[in-house]
C-alpha cells in the first residue's frame, strides 16, 4: 500500500478535496480562502506574471547570504567563546536570551537606518543566522568526547593538531545542526520582513498580491512558500545524512 | 580574580562598550542626526514611558495575547505531539506539511485571524499560537518517538488504562521535550503577537512602536523597543533557567 | 400574594423594556482607519470625544490599521464593519474582484493634504525642477503615487518615481541624500520646517486634476450595512454632523488633535490651512470616473468597470 500511494499524498489529496468542496458550497468565503482550483489558477498566474522564478532566487539568495554572514562571524565567534570560558560563560545567558528575541521587529530602525534595500533584508537576516550557529559552535567544542581527547594525548599532540585533527571535526555535527537552524530562521525572517516592508523576493510578491486583493494569487504564493520549505527541508536532512559519519 | 567576578566584569565592560560606540555612532554625523538620538535623549524617553500609565495599559493587552496564545499552543501542540508520534502513519501523512508550515512566516496568515477572530486582541493572540504550536508540537512528537520503551512495557505490565499510559508514563517522560519546545515557542509568540498588531490593531505595545515610528517619535520607538528586548529576552532566560533545573533535577 | 406577583411581574417588564430600550439605545459598530492622528482620520474619535456618535445611539470600536489593504481585509473578513480614508483605485480594485465591501462616502477630496519636500540646501524649488530628479511615493496605486504622476504630467517633468515606504522611512532617505524629493502629509515633519532642515517644494493641491477627484473613500461591509441598515444612517449622520462640528469649533477640535499627535496646539494649528471643509465632502464622490481610468491605468484592474458594478459599488446613504 505505501509504495502506491505514500500517506503523505493521500493527505494533501484529502485536504485539498474537503477544501475545494467547503468552498464550492459556500461554506468558506473566497475573499479569505479561495477553493484550491481558484488558487491553482492564480499560480499559473504568478508564473505567468514573471511573480515565481526570479523572486524565489531573490529570497534564497537572501537567506543564503545572511547564513554565509552568520557562517563566516559565528563559527569563529563560537570557537573563541569554547577556548575563553569567562567570556564563554560571561554571554551564554545572552546568547540564548537573544536567540528567540523578537529581532524581527526591529525592522523600523533598520529601515530608516539602512532604507528599503536588500542589505536592510540581509543584514537582518544575519542577526537572525549568527546566533543559533554561535550557540551550537561553542556547544560543539565544549562537548568533545574525553576518549578524542585522550587519543590526542597519547599521541602527543601539538595543540594545533588537537584542534584541527580533533576538537573542530567532533564539532561539526553540532555545528551543521547550526548551520541547518540558521538558514530556517533566516529564510523565514526575510520572507516575514519582504512582507512587512514590501521590498525583495517572495515575501514582497505576496505583499504586492495582497495590496491589490489577489487573493489567490496570495495564497498561491504562500503555497509555494510552503512547498519550497519542504523542498528546502528535505535537502537539508540529505545533506546532513551524507556528512554525518555513518 | 574569580571566575565570578571576572565574567560580571566582562558583561559590564561589554554592556558600556557598546553603549559607547553608540554614542559615538550618534556623534559622528555618519547617519541622519533624527535616527541616531543621543544616549540621553533615548534615557529621557524611557524615563518618561515608564511613567506613562499609558505604557502599562498597552503592555498588559499585549501580555494578555501572548499568555492566551502561548497556552493554547502549549495545550494544543503537547496533544498532536503526541497523536503524530504515536502514530507513525500520522506522522508520515501529516509530518512534512508541519514542517514546511513551521518554515512559513506566520504573520501571512493575519488575514484568517482576522477573520475568524475580529481586529481585537484575540486574533493578535491567534496568531501568537499558531506561531508558538509548531515547536512544540514538532519537539513533542520527535520525543514519543525516543520515549524508553522499558516505561512503556512496566506501563502495559501494569495493565494501565490509556489515561494512565498517558498521565503515568507519556507525561512525565515528556515534560523535558515540552519544557523545550516552550522555550522555543515562547519567543515565536511574542514575535508573532507584536508583528500582528503592528499590521492592525489600536492598542499593545507593538502598536506603540509602530505609532511612534509612524509619528517620528524616535527616541521614544528606541525606548519601547528596549523595554520589548528587555522583557522578551528576560522571558527567555526564566524558561532558560527552568529547563537547565529540569535537567539538573532529573539527572540526579 | 397576588400583589408580591404582580409586582414582580411589572419589575420583570420594566427590566426587559429597560434592557430592550438600552440595547437599541447602544448599537456597537467596529470601524478601521488609517493613519492614525490626520485631521481627516481622526473624525471618527473627535466624534466620540465631543459625544456626537453617543447622542445617535452609537458606540464605536476604533482600530487602526497599517494602511490602505490591511483596512479593506478588514472590513472585508467582517472583522471591521467599516472601513475609513483608503485609496480609491485599491477600494476599486478589490469591489472588483471579489470583496464584500461598498463604497459609502467619499473621505478625502483632492490632494491638499498631501506636501513634497527636500533637504533645506537644495536646488529644488518648485515641481518645475523635479525631472531627472528622484521623488518617493508609499506604494504603487496610492494616492502619493497617482498625486505624483498628475503632477509630474501636468508640469511636463519627469523625476525618477522611486517606493520609499511610509513617511519616517521617506524622511530619512531624503536626509541621507538617497532620494532628492519625499512625501508627506500633515501634521508629520512640521517641527523639522519650522526648524528650516527641511523645505515645502510643491503642494498636492497643485495636481489640478486630482482638485476635484475622491482619492480616498469610506467603505462598509456589505453583509453588515444590509442588516444594520437603521445603525447605518444613524452612524452617518452623525459622521456627518461630526466634520460640521469640528469646524465650527476650531478651539475644541484643533485641541483635541494637538492631543491625538501628542504635538503643541500651534503646530497643530499650522494643520488646518491644509484641509479646507470641502476635501472632506462625504458626498457626492468625486470624479469616480477618473478615479476608475487610474485604476485601469495603474494596473489595478484590467478593465474598466461595468455599467452595473459602478452601480453596484456604492451604498450610501447620501444620495437621495
Same mark, same amino acid.
Given at each position: 500500500?505505501k509504495r502506491?500511494?505514500?500517506?503523505?499524498?493521500?493527505? +494533501?489529496?484529502?485536504?485539498?478535496?474537503?477544501l475545494?468542496?467547503?468552498?464550492r458550497?459556500?461554506?468558506?468565503?473566497? #475573499?479569505?480562502?479561495?477553493?484550491?482550483?481558484?488558487?491553482?489558477?492564480?499560480?499559473?498566474?504568478?508564473?505567468?506574471?514573471?511573480d515565481?522564478?526570479?523572486p524565489?532566487?531573490?529570497?534564497f539568495?537572501e537567506?543564503?547570504?545572511? #547564513?554565509?554572514?552568520?557562517v563566516?562571524?559565528?563559527?569563529p565567534?563560537?570557537i573563541w567563546?569554547?577556548?575563553?570560558?569567562?567570556?564563554g560563560?560571561?554571554?551564554?545567558?545572552?546568547?540564548?536570551?537573544?536567540?528567540?528575541?523578537p529581532?524581527?521587529?526591529?525592522y523600523?530602525l533598520f529601515?530608516?537606518?539602512?532604507?528599503?534595500?536588500?542589505? #536592510? =533584508?540581509i543584514?537582518?537576516?544575519?542577526?537572525?543566522?549568527v +546566533?543559533?550557529?554561535?550557540?551550537?559552535a561553542?556547544?560543539?567544542? +565544549?562537548?568533545?568526547?574525553?576518549?578524542?581527547k585522550?587519543?590526542?594525548?597519547?599521541f602527543?599532540?601539538?595543540?594545533?593538531?588537537?584542534?584541527?585533527?580533533?576538537?573542530f571535526?567532533a564539532?561539526v555535527?553540532?555545528?551543521? #545542526?547550526?548551520?541547518? +537552524?540558521?538558514?530556517i530562521?533566516?529564510?523565514?525572517?526575510t520572507?516575514?520582513?519582504?512582507?512587512?516592508?514590501?521590498f525583495?523576493?517572495?515575501?514582497?510578491?505576496?505583499?504586492?498580491y495582497?495590496?491589490q486583493?489577489?487573493?489567490?494569487?496570495?495564497?498561491?504564493?504562500?503555497?509555494? =512558500?510552503v512547498?519550497?520549505?519542504?523542498?528546502?527541508l528535505?535537502?537539508l536532512?540529505?545533506?546532513?545524512?551524507?556528512?554525518?559519519?555513518? | 580574580?574569580?571566575?565570578?567576578?571576572?565574567?560580571?566584569?566582562?558583561?559590564?565592560?561589554?554592556i558600556?562598550g557598546?553603549?559607547?560606540a553608540?554614542?559615538?555612532l550618534?556623534?559622528?554625523?555618519?547617519?541622519?542626526?533624527?535616527?541616531v538620538?543621543?544616549?540621553?535623549?533615548?534615557?529621557?524617553?524611557?524615563?518618561?514611558?515608564l511613567g506613562d500609565?499609558a505604557?502599562?495599559?498597552?503592555?498588559?493587552?499585549?501580555?494578555?495575547?501572548i499568555?492566551v496564545?502561548?497556552?493554547l499552543?502549549?495545550?494544543?501542540?503537547?496533544?498532536?505531539?503526541?497523536?503524530?508520534?504515536?502514530r507513525?502513519?500520522?506522522?508520515?501523512a501529516?509530518?512534512?506539511?508541519?514542517?514546511?508550515?513551521?518554515a512559513?512566516p506566520?504573520?501571512?496568515?493575519?488575514?484568517i485571524?482576522?477573520?475568524?477572530?475580529g481586529v481585537?486582541?484575540?486574533?493578535k493572540?491567534?496568531?501568537g499560537?499558531?506561531?508558538?504550536?509548531?515547536p512544540?508540537?514538532?519537539?513533542v512528537?520527535a520525543?514519543v518517538?525516543?520515549?524508553?520503551p522499558?516505561?512503556?512495557?512496566v506501563?502495559?505490565?501494569?495493565?494501565?488504562?490509556r489515561?494512565?499510559?498517558?498521565?503515568?508514563?507519556?507525561?512525565?517522560?515528556?515534560v523535558?521535550?515540552?519544557v523545550n519546545?516552550?522555550?522555543?515557542?515562547?519567543?515565536?509568540?511574542?514575535?508573532?503577537?507584536l508583528?500582528?498588531?503592528i499590521k492592525?490593531?489600536?492598542r499593545g505595545?507593538?502598536?506603540?512602536?509602530i505609532?511612534?515610528y509612524n509619528h517620528?517619535r524616535i527616541?521614544?520607538m528606541y525606548a519601547?523597543?528596549?523595554?520589548?528586548?528587555i522583557?522578551?529576552?528576560?522571558?527567555?532566560?526564566?524558561i532558560?533557567r527552568l529547563?537547565?533545573?529540569?535537567?539538573?533535577?532529573?539527572?540526579? | 400574594m397576588?400583589?408580591?406577583?404582580?409586582?414582580t411581574?411589572a419589575?420583570?417588564a420594566?427590566v426587559?423594556?429597560?434592557t430592550?430600550?438600552?440595547?437599541?439605545?447602544?448599537?456597537t459598530?467596529?470601524?478601521?482607519?488609517?493613519?492614525k492622528?490626520?485631521?481627516?482620520?481622526?473624525?471618527?474619535?473627535?466624534?466620540v470625544?465631543?459625544?456626537?456618535?453617543?447622542?445617535?445611539?452609537i458606540?464605536?470600536?476604533?482600530?487602526?490599521?497599517?494602511?490602505?489593504?490591511d483596512? *479593506?481585509?478588514?472590513v472585508?473578513?467582517?472583522g471591521?464593519?467599516?472601513?475609513?480614508?483608503?485609496g480609491?483605485t485599491?477600494?476599486?480594485?478589490a469591489?472588483?474582484?471579489?470583496a464584500?465591501?461598498?463604497?459609502?462616502s467619499?473621505? $478625502?477630496t483632492g490632494?491638499?493634504?498631501?506636501?513634497f519636500y527636500t533637504?533645506s540646501?537644495?536646488?529644488?524649488?518648485s515641481?518645475k525642477d523635479f525631472?531627472?530628479k528622484s521623488?518617493?511615493?508609499?506604494?504603487?496605486?496610492? %494616492?502619493?503615487y497617482v498625486?505624483? /504622476?498628475?503632477?509630474?504630467d501636468?508640469?511636463? @517633468?519627469?523625476?525618477?518615481?522611486?517606493?520609499t515606504?511610509e513617511?519616517?522611512?521617506?524622511?530619512?532617505? @531624503?536626509?541621507?541624500?538617497q532620494i532628492? *524629493?519625499?512625501?508627506?502629509?500633515?501634521?508629520?515633519?512640521?517641527?523639522? *520646517?519650522?526648524k528650516?532642515?527641511?523645505k515645502?517644494?510643491? /503642494?498636492? %493641491?497643485?495636481?489640478?486634476?486630482?482638485? %476635484?477627484?475622491?482619492?480616498?473613500?469610506?467603505?462598509?461591509?456589505?453583509?453588515? @450595512?444590509?442588516? /444594520?441598515?437603521d445603525?447605518?444612517?444613524?452612524?452617518? /449622520?452623525?459622521?456627518?454632523?461630526?466634520?460640521?462640528w469640528?469646524y465650527?469649533?476650531?478651539?475644541?477640535?484643533?485641541?483635541?488633535?494637538?492631543r491625538y499627535?501628542a504635538i503643541?496646539?500651534?503646530?497643530? &494649528?499650522?494643520?488646518?490651512? $491644509?484641509?479646507?471643509?470641502?476635501?472632506?465632502?462625504?458626498?457626492?464622490?468625486?470624479? $469616480?470616473d477618473?478615479?476608475?481610468?487610474?485604476?485601469v491605468?495603474?494596473?489595478?484592474?484590467?478593465?474598466?468597470?461595468s455599467?452595473d458594478?459602478? &452601480?453596484?459599488?456604492?451604498?450610501?446613504v447620501?444620495?437621495?
Open positions: 500500500m502506491f500511494a505514500p500517506p503523505a499524498a493521500i493527505a +494533501l489529496i484529502v485536504v485539498v478535496a474537503l475545494e468542496g467547503l468552498a458550497a459556500g461554506l468558506i468565503p473566497a #475573499t479569505v480562502l479561495p477553493a484550491p482550483s481558484a488558487i491553482a489558477a492564480g499560480f499559473i498566474d504568478i508564473a505567468r506574471n514573471g515565481l522564478v526570479v524565489t532566487l531573490i529570497t539568495g537567506a543564503l547570504a545572511a #547564513t554565509l554572514i552568520g563566516l562571524a559565528g563559527i565567534a563560537g567563546l569554547a577556548r575563553s570560558p569567562a567570556f560563560q560571561a554571554y551564554e545567558s545572552w546568547l540564548g536570551g537573544l536567540f528567540a528575541a529581532i524581527v521587529l526591529l523600523p529601515l530608516v537606518v539602512f532604507h528599503r534595500t536588500n542589505a #536592510t =533584508i543584514i537582518m537576516g544575519a542577526i537572525t543566522a +546566533l543559533p550557529i554561535i550557540i551550537q561553542r556547544t560543539g567544542m +565544549l562537548h568533545v568526547p574525553g576518549v578524542l585522550a587519543v590526542g594525548q597519547s602527543n599532540a601539538t595543540p594545533r593538531q588537537a584542534f584541527w585533527l580533533i576538537a571535526p564539532a555535527p553540532s555545528i551543521v #545542526t547550526g548551520i541547518r +537552524l540558521a538558514l530562521y533566516s529564510l523565514v525572517n520572507i516575514g520582513l519582504e512582507f512587512l516592508i514590501d525583495g523576493g517572495l515575501g514582497r510578491v505576496i505583499s504586492d495582497y495590496a486583493y489577489d487573493i489567490p494569487q496570495m495564497y498561491a504564493g504562500i503555497v509555494a =512558500i512547498a519550497i520549505s519542504v523542498a528546502l528535505w535537502l536532512d540529505r545533506v546532513e545524512r551524507r556528512l554525518r559519519p555513518a | 580574580m574569580t571566575e565570578r567576578r571576572r565574567v560580571f566584569a566582562i558583561q559590564a565592560i561589554t558600556a557598546i553603549l559607547a553608540y554614542e559615538l550618534a556623534r559622528s554625523h555618519l547617519l541622519y542626526a533624527g535616527v538620538p543621543p544616549l540621553f535623549d533615548i534615557a529621557v524617553a524611557f524615563v518618561a514611558m500609565p505604557t502599562y495599559t498597552n503592555l498588559a493587552v499585549s501580555l494578555a495575547e499568555a496564545g502561548f497556552v499552543a502549549t495545550a494544543g501542540g503537547v496533544l498532536v505531539g503526541i497523536l503524530i508520534g504515536a507513525p502513519w500520522l506522522r508520515e501529516v509530518g512534512p506539511y508541519l514542517d514546511g508550515i513551521a512559513a506566520k504573520i501571512v496568515f493575519f488575514p485571524a482576522i477573520l475568524l477572530f481585537g486582541p484575540p486574533s493572540a491567534a496568531l499560537a499558531l506561531s508558538a504550536f509548531f512544540v508540537a514538532l519537539t512528537a520525543a518517538r525516543r520515549i524508553n522499558v516505561l512503556v512495557r506501563g502495559r505490565s501494569f495493565n494501565a488504562s489515561s494512565q499510559m498517558i498521565a503515568k508514563v507519556y507525561l512525565p517522560a515528556l523535558p521535550a515540552i519546545g516552550m522555550r522555543l515557542g515562547l519567543g515565536l509568540a511574542i514575535i508573532g503577537v508583528l500582528g498588531e492592525l490593531s489600536d505595545i507593538g502598536f506603540l512602536t505609532d511612534e517620528f527616541p521614544q519601547t523597543l528596549i523595554l520589548i528586548f522583557l522578551a529576552v528576560g522571558a527567555n532566560m526564566l532558560g529547563e537547565t533545573r529540569e535537567r539538573a533535577r532529573r539527572a540526579k | 397576588i400583589r408580591k406577583t404582580l409586582v411581574l419589575l420583570t420594566a426587559v423594556a429597560a430592550g430600550v438600552a440595547a437599541r439605545a447602544a448599537d459598530i467596529n470601524v478601521s482607519a488609517g493613519q492622528g490626520a485631521w481627516d482620520e481622526m473624525v471618527l474619535q473627535q466624534g470625544d465631543a459625544g456626537i456618535f453617543k447622542k445617535a445611539g458606540e464605536l470600536n476604533i482600530s487602526y490599521t497599517a494602511g490602505g489593504p483596512t *479593506i481585509q478588514a472585508a473578513t467582517g471591521a464593519d467599516m472601513g475609513f480614508g483608503i480609491t485599491a477600494v476599486i480594485a469591489f472588483a474582484k471579489g464584500p465591501i461598498r463604497i459609502a467619499g473621505s $478625502f490632494t491638499s493634504d498631501l506636501y533637504k540646501d537644495s536646488p529644488i524649488n515641481v525631472s531627472g521623488i518617493g511615493f508609499s506604494r504603487p496605486g496610492s %494616492s502619493t498625486a505624483e /504622476h498628475v503632477l509630474a501636468e508640469q511636463k @517633468v519627469t523625476p525618477n518615481f522611486v517606493s515606504g513617511m519616517a522611512a521617506t524622511l530619512t532617505q @531624503v536626509m541621507s541624500g532628492d *524629493i519625499g512625501w508627506a502629509v500633515v501634521p508629520v515633519n512640521l517641527d523639522l *520646517i519650522a528650516k532642515q527641511i515645502i517644494v510643491a /503642494h498636492g %493641491s497643485e495636481a489640478k486634476a486630482l482638485a %476635484s477627484q475622491a482619492v480616498r473613500v469610506n467603505i462598509v461591509n456589505s453583509k453588515w @450595512v444590509e442588516s /444594520h441598515r445603525a447605518n444612517a444613524r452612524f452617518w /449622520h452623525a459622521y456627518s454632523e461630526t466634520i460640521d469640528m465650527k469649533n476650531m478651539n475644541l477640535s484643533i485641541a483635541n488633535l494637538a499627535n503643541g496646539v500651534d503646530d497643530a &494649528k499650522a494643520v488646518i490651512p $491644509f484641509y479646507p471643509k470641502s476635501a472632506l465632502q462625504l458626498y457626492p464622490i468625486a470624479g $469616480f477618473k478615479s476608475i481610468n487610474d485604476a491605468t495603474f494596473k489595478f484592474i484590467a478593465a474598466p468597470l455599467a458594478q459602478q &452601480k453596484a459599488i456604492f451604498d450610501t447620501f444620495a437621495k
